[in-house]
Nanobody
Framework: QVQLVESGGGLVQAGGSLRLSCAAS????????MGWFRQAPGKEREFVAA????????YYADSVKGRFTISRDNAKNTVYLQMNTLKPEDTAVYYC?????????????????WGQGTQVTVSS
């Protein structure tokens, strides 16, 4: 079982930055692929970014490519999402997710563990 706790959300003006963190409870965190997803009001949850256990190749949705960066610190059992040049359309609840797999995973149905989410609101 893996417990995930997100933090770092908040209210920011368009063009600003936020860094989300997701702390995992399991000591074998480095065996898990991690991902970030988001759900805007009235919309389905969608993929944002993913990173394999090694932190090598990373994957992004086209809508955030070049603005968001996913990274991980296995020594701290934490994955991050650095969000720059935020837009009002980035407003959503952001969730981190984990799956016991080495490679990067971009499909949400493949993830086994989810955090409670953190709200990100971008004002225009």
């Amino acid at each position: 079982q893996v417990q995930l706790v997100e933090s770092g959300g908040g209210l920011v003006q368009a063009g600003g930055s936020l860094r989300l963190s997701c702390a995992a409870s399991r000591r074998t965190f480095n065996s898990y692929a991690m991902g970030w997803f988001r759900q805007a009001p009235g919309k389905e949850r969608e993929f944002v970014a993913a990173i394999p256990w090694s932190g090598g190749s990373t994957y992004y949705a086209d809508s955030v490519k070049g603005r968001f960066t996913i990274s991980r610190d296995n020594a701290k059992n934490t994955v991050y999402l650095q969000m720059n040049t935020l837009k009002p359309e980035d407003t959503a609840v952001y969730y981190c997710a984990a799956v016991l797999r080495l490679g990067g995973v971009t499909t949400q149905r493949e993830y086994d563990y989810w955090g409670q989410g953190t709200q990100v609101t971008v004002s225009s």
